[in-house]
T-cell receptor, first 112, second 112 residues
Framework: GAVVSQHPSWVICKSGTSVKIECRSL??????MFWYRQFPKQSLMLMAT?????????EQGVEKDKFLINHASLTLSTLTVTSAHPEDSSFYIC????????FGSGTRLTVV | KQEVTQIPAALSVPEGENLVLNCSFT??????LQWFRQDPGKGLTSLLL?????REQTSGRLNASLDKSSGRSTLYIAASQPGDSATYLC???????????FGEGTQLTVNP
């Protein structure tokens, strides 16, 4: 079946640094990649939608300069959290759309 | 704006019980509805997808029903097992290829 490989699975970084999260669709072409954020015991909140080769569309309240999304190919999308702060600590999940939706395994980001 | 609600928020049952998880959505004009499972700190695994024209879908011990007109779906789990312990999320897709709107999930614990 379709697989989205998400890396890293967890990362700890210092406040002020940037962190890149990668999502690769391994056996299908993800024309669209969705990026979600999830707080403990809460549901998934859509942050942005990216289509291959075009700029991402961000949800209201999500800072596009802070959460940089690149979808340069049909199999790779990246989310970079720039100048991370402790309040950015969260669980980030990507979802690739090819045949239905396939979710990555998530990245636990902790900013100290 | 579509809103998805899941009841109960948490459920604890002894092994072997049959149980029902509920999901309701405010806008009945949906393309499909999906049920996902999420284990702690992990991504989402798709369990069942019901197209808007369908009434139910079954997979093993799982049965999902959809009543689009009333904006409701249920996930029935038969003969629950400790391995079923997880958070169950329902999500609606309003049009083909559009975002998924998630409920906040039901955290299920099946006690041996």
């Amino acid at each position: 079946g379709a697989v989205v490989s998400q890396h890293p699975s967890w990362v700890i970084c210092k406040s002020g640094t940037s962190v890149k999260i990668e999502c690769r669709s391994l056996d299908f072409q993800a024309t669209t990649m969705f990026w979600y954020r999830q707080f403990p015991k809460q549901s998934l909140m859509l942050m942005a939608t990216s289509n291959e080769g075009s700029k991402a569309t961000y949800e209201q309240g999500v800072e596009k300069d802070k959460f940089l999304i690149n979808h340069a190919s049909l199999t790779l999308s990246t989310l970079t959290v720039t100048s991370a702060h402790p309040e950015d600590s969260s669980f980030y999940i990507c979802s690739g759309q090819g045949y239905g939706y396939t979710f990555g395994s998530g990245t636990r980001l902790t900013v100290v | 704006k579509q809103e998805v609600t899941q009841i109960p928020a948490a459920l604890s049952v002894p092994e072997g019980e049959n149980l029902v998880l509920n999901c309701s959505f405010t806008d009945s004009a949906i393309y499909n509805l999906q049920w996902f499972r999420q284990d702690p700190g992990k991504g989402l695994t798709s369990l069942l997808l019901i197209q808007s024209s369908q009434r139910e879908q079954t997979s093993g011990r799982l049965n999902a029903s959809l009543d689009k007109s009333s904006g409701r779906s249920t996930l029935y789990i038969a003969a629950s097992q400790p391995g079923d312990s997880a958070t169950y999320l329902c999500a609606v897709e309003e049009t083909s290829g559009s975002r998924l709107t998630f409920g906040e999930g039901t955290q299920l614990t099946v006690n041996p």
